[in-house]
């Protein structure tokens, strides 16, 4: 996989983390600078950790799943894709009431936000992507959007957290057309 497809798919991947760090500062009035980090920091860290657990289970189905990889691939980045999509249409999220995040609600929603990319991890390992690249720049991406998500979260999180879940969906169903286009022309 190319470095532009990784940044892509690390993109798409932190669009749901971007879009929680803008309504939980837009919501939480009380975020500062570094409850911010450590918000950033958890989402980042869990955004790259997912991937690999997924590559690490996808080594033991390699062998089973090698003749149809590129359909898994392609089934499971638009659906996730697709319903990042679904979801950024249920409207804004500023709704937490000026509550200050706690440290156990900040490591909730980044398992939360993070679960999809145990799947592209799953796809990873299936493409036989070597790991280390898109880890490290999944976490990277994460933790820098997530941080400039959460500082502008009190002036644009209501207006910008469903647009950047829609944005992050289409680039997963895109990336995800693209390996099975790619797969198919070669086959």
């Known amino acids: 996989m190319d470095l532009a497809t990784l940044l892509l798919v690390a993109l798409g991947l932190s669009m749901d983390a971007v879009a929680v760090s803008l309504a939980s500062s837009c919501a939480a009035p009380t975020v500062d600078r570094r409850q911010a980090l450590v918000l950033a920091l958890l989402f980042g860290v869990f955004q790259a950790l997912m991937p690999l657990a997924g590559w690490l289970a996808g080594l033991g189905f390699k062998t089973l799943i090698s003749r149809f990889d590129h359909w898994l691939a392609f089934v499971l ?41 145990l799947a592209v991890g799953l796809s990873f390992s299936a493409l036989a992507v070597d790991i280390i690249l898109p880890v490290l720049l999944i976490g990277a991406v994460t933790f820098v959007l997530s941080l400039l998500a959460a500082l502008a979260g009190r002036r644009f999180g209501e207006r910008l957290a469903g647009k950047a879940v829609a944005l992050g969906g289409l680039i997963l169903v895109a990336i995800g057309l693209k390996i099975l286009v790619e797969h198919l022309r070669v086959g």
């Open 77 to 117: 980045l638009v659906f996730i894709g697709g319903r990042m999509v679904l979801e950024s249409r249920r409207g804004p999220e500023c709704r937490l009431g000026g509550q200050r995040l706690r440290p156990a609600t900040m490591l909730a929603l980044a398992v939360a936000t993070s679960i999809d990319a």
